[in-house]
Structure formats: structure tokens, C-alpha cells
Nanobody, 123 residues
Framework: QVQLVESGGGLVQPGGSLRLSCAASGFTLDYYAIGWFRQAPGKEREGVSCISSNDGSTYYADSVKGRFTISRDNAKNTVYLQMNSLKPEDTAVYYC????????????????WGPGTQVTVSS
């Protein structure tokens, strides 16, 4: 079965850091783009970042640019999201998903989703 599972969420103080992991099973991650999304209560789901499979291109939402970094380790079938300088407005459930080989800003193009991991930024 194709599966994506997020981990690494938790409670951090403003200005702190977390590294989220997205582990894939049932398929080889080398050929897939992976995107990160987040959703806070009462808000629409928001695209955060994406990394493509072929040329390794990366994309970031303006709200996280300069603070978050996406990377991949194909040998471990895992994509990471390093989150620095966290703000309370980053609080959300974070999801990883794949649309295939090419990144997309439209979440409807993503076929497989993980169950999500909670990130809470608070004093």
C-alpha cells in the first residue's frame, strides 16, 4: 500500500525550531514530488512547501520563505521540513502529500496524504 506518515510535530516556544519528517512506504520516493500543507482551525488548507522529483526544485509560501527549508533523503525514502524561527501563526496540523513527479500549488492534484502531525507554537 502507498503510505505517507508525518512525524516530528510538538509544542515549541516562539522562535524555536522543529524538523518534520515525511516517511514514504509502498513506493520509491525518488520519482515523486512531495508537498507540505498545513491547516489551522477555522482556516483553509494552505500550501507550505514542495520539492520536485526530477530537478529537485523547491517552492515555499511567502509566509515561510527564509524560515523553512525542505529537503529529501531518497535513500531513507523521507522528505524533511526544517522549521526555524517559528511563530504562533505557524500553529497547525501539517500534512505531507504527493501529486506525482511535479509540484503543484493546487491541493486537488495531490493523490496521497499522510494523517498529519500537530505543530503548536506557544509560550
Amino acid at each position: 500500500q502507498v503510505q505517507l506518515v508525518e512525524s516530528g510535530g510538538g509544542l515549541v516556544q516562539p522562535g524555536g525550531s522543529l524538523r518534520l519528517s515525511c516517511a514514504a512506504s509502498g513506493f520509491t520516493l525518488d520519482y515523486y514530488a512531495i508537498g507540505w500543507f498545513r491547516q489551522a482551525p477555522g482556516k483553509e488548507r494552505e500550501g507550505v512547501s514542495c520539492i520536485s522529483s526530477n530537478d529537485g526544485s523547491t517552492y515555499y509560501a511567502d509566509s515561510v520563505k527564509g524560515r523553512f527549508t525542505i529537503s529529501r533523503d531518497n535513500a531513507k525514502n523521507t522528505v524533511y521540513l526544517q522549521m526555524n524561527s517559528l511563530k504562533p501563526e505557524d500553529t497547525a496540523v501539517y500534512y505531507c502529500a504527493t501529486p506525482g513527479s511535479v509540484c503543484s500549488g493546487y491541493d486537488g492534484n495531490y493523490d496521497y496524504w499522510g494523517p498529519g502531525t500537530q505543530v503548536t507554537v506557544s509560550s
